[in-house]
């Protein structure tokens, strides 16, 4: 990773802080809003606090900050040094490989993104009292000069609002689409109103999950704020460390970063836990945004048919009608949720290639996917479980 100052300054005010704690959370999180949880700087702290993101694990943060000519932060990017590309979500291995069997370097990179976390949310976090398209080019300008000084093969901006992609893409960028599937609440005041508006057949469906999962004699409790114990975090962690020894082989997040979570943001927590006789068997994480409930990891210590279904995607969207929340968001990846009403929905990122002979090959590429990606997109949304004339 390259050697320099803890901080780098650049013409136009531009900052790179090697930690989330180099700048006051009241200065973050006013530019980062309270829409999505996962953008704040409590969030991003517990990351870095609990050692999930450090040098070590190949996440060495370098996060952007404009100051203005009266030295208020008017825009911030969380960034970070990546010595690979595990966590991201947003797959450029064959990228990696072309690169270096050509002789380049392709790590460390550059990526602006939520570490771990495959949830759309704006990248460019613009101070609401300043003029939002000054300051969005001063920090894509900056994104471009710290990749140049960096000296690196790539920088890439994951799950980014259709808006941004569309600025990154006017300033070089490359543009890439993914699709991820979520759940819309359509006005619903409860979970059979959103049964109504599907075919009969799904619906007697769903209704034969919900059932299985609810005849197995487990309790399953919505936990929030201070009805979540130390011992669900131990229990949860359990779940989390199973699923990630059959999935990925290793665990992201640390045992410490479940326990800064509860202390710093239990009022954006949402955990489902289900119980067999008191004892926790699976459970299911959610962070709670002002209109979308974003689900996230999941875990099961034995084996109950249609538990996942239920813990992960029923419950969540019994606790969105309940809310008022306009959105559920599951996850990455999952035809499977489309017959339980998580549609495909776009998702966004941008690329930053330097050199002129790899970004053809790379530009080629996603010319090609983009095309595939929008014939899967028209071919799955005819599989949608609501009625035609819903």
Same mark, same amino acid.
């Given at each position: &990773?390259?050697?320099?100052?803890? #901080?780098? @300054? ?36 517990? %990351? ?39 966590? @991201? ?5 064959? $990228? ?48 471009? +000069? ?15 609002? =259709?808006?941004? $992609?569309?600025?990154?893409? =006017? ?20 979970? =059979? ?9 799904? #619906? ?22 201070? &009805? ?17 020894? #059959?999935? $990925? ?14 202390? #710093? &943001? ?31 990891? $999941? ?29 559920? @968001? ?21 690329? %930053? ?15 090609? =996917?983009? &095309?595939?990606? +929008? ?5 799955? +949304? ?9």
């Amino acid at each position: &990773m390259p050697d320099g100052e803890d #901080r780098t @300054e650049t013409k136009a005010a531009i900052s790179v802080l090697r930690s989330i704690h180099e700048i006051a959370a009241a200065d973050w999180d006013a530019c980062a809003g309270s829409e999505n949880p996962f953008l704040s700087h409590a969030f991003l702290s517990a %990351l870095e606090d609990s050692g999930s993101v450090r040098a070590e694990t190949g996440w060495l943060p370098q996060h952007l900050v404009y100051a203005d000519e009266d030295d208020r932060i008017a825009g911030v990017v969380p960034l970070y040094l990546k010595g690979h590309s595990q966590g @991201e979500y947003v797959f450029d291995w064959g $990228w990696a490989d072309a690169y270096e069997r050509a002789g380049g370097e392709y790590y460390p990179k550059l990526l602006s993104a939520i570490p771990f976390t495959p949830v759309a949310g704006p990248r460019l976090l613009i101070h609401p009292d300043v003029r939002t398209d000054t300051v969005r080019d001063v920090l894509i300008s900056g994104l471009i +000069e710290i990749t140049r000084r960096f000296d690196v093969s790539s920088l890439h901006v994951n799950f980014l609002p =259709e808006a941004q $992609w569309q600025a990154l893409g =006017e300033a070089g960028f490359l543009q890439r689409v993914g699709l991820q599937y979520h759940w819309h609440n359509d006005g619903y005041a409860a979970f =059979e109103d959103f049964l109504a508006a599907l075919s009969s057949r799904k #619906r007697k469906a769903i209704r034969k999950e919900r059932k299985a999962a609810a005849g197995a004699g487990l309790t399953i409790r919505q936990l929030t704020r201070d &009805m979540i114990e130390p011992r669900h975090w131990d229990a949860f962690y359990r779940f989390y460390i199973d699923t990630s020894d #059959r999935k $990925w082989g290793s665990a992201y997040l640390t045992r410490e970063f479940f326990d800064l979570l509860g202390e #710093r &943001m239990a009022d954006r927590v949402l955990l489902v836990i289900a119980e067999l006789d008191g004892t926790p068997v699976a459970g299911a994480l959610n962070l709670i945004g002002d209109s979308t409930l974003f689900g996230r990891n $999941w875990g099961c210590i034995a084996d109950f048919k249609f538990l996942h279904f239920e813990l992960c995607y029923y419950q969540a969207i019994d606790f969105a009608i309940a809310r008022g929340l306009a959105w559920v @968001e599951a996850g990455a990846q999952g035809q499977h949720k489309i017959q339980r009403g998580y549609l495909p929905r776009y998702t966004y990122s941008a690329h %930053l290639i330097p050199s002129p002979s790899f970004r053809d090959a790379v530009a080629d590429f996603l010319h090609r =996917e983009r &095309m595939q990606m +929008e014939y899967e997109k028209d071919a799955l +949304e005819k599989q949608s479980p609501f009625r035609h004339e819903t």
